[in-house]
């Protein structure tokens, strides 16, 4: 069996693979994706060609969280490629700098808030089993970093309401 190579198409703000197939992507040519709240990012996730896996780069300005604060029935991993953040996981603040990984088993609460004084990179990798479940618990530890839901909710939509929806960019590197 030979696997086809997807072809490579230019999209709103950035080259996307289209089809099925293996492929080859400058994250930096790539379409990506820029929230006011929650920083920009690279995300290959999605039914055609990561069914069972997410991998995204989020680049955060410090004090900019990544997400909400959650736990998930995924396992995750993260990788600080550039800079420095502060992980928020259990309630716990770790600082985190370039070449630290986190491991994050299926129900870990966590997220991750850009710290120093440059931008920060982080590789994300998750598994993608379905059906997932997420909660977004409220976290005081969070919530001082702009990176808690007000209410308990399992919902994404009523974490997120008011949170403007991310544009299409491509994604400035900071190395």
């Not at 953040?85 to 299926?106: H, N, S, W």
């Not at 994300?124 to 919530?143: C, D, F, N, Q």
């Amino acid at each position: 069996m030979t696997v086809p190579e997807a072809k490579l198409t230019e999209a709103d703000a950035g080259v996307v693979p289209k089809g099925e197939g293996w492929f080859i992507l400058n994250i930096a040519e790539a379409q990506g994706f820029r929230s006011e709240r929650f920083g920009v990012a690279v995300r290959f996730e999605g039914e055609t060609h990561f069914p069972d896996l997410a991998f995204n780069v989020r680049v955060l300005e410090p004090g900019q969280p990544n997400c909400l604060y959650h736990r998930e029935s995924q396992t995750e991993a993260f990788l600080v490629l550039e800079g420095e953040c502060t992980a928020i996981v259990e309630e716990q603040e770790r600082p985190m700098r370039k070449g630290d990984f986190l491991y994050a088993p299926p129900g870990t609460a966590h997220v991750f808030v850009g710290a120093g004084e440059r931008p920060c990179a982080i590789a994300m990798v998750s598994t993608r089993i379905m059906p997932e479940t997420l909660l977004y618990p409220v976290s005081a530890v969070a919530g001082r970093r702009g990176a808690s839901a007000t209410e308990e909710t399992e919902s994404a939509d009523e974490a997120y309401a008011g949170s403007p929806p991310p544009e299409a960019v491509r994604l400035e590197l900071p190395w």
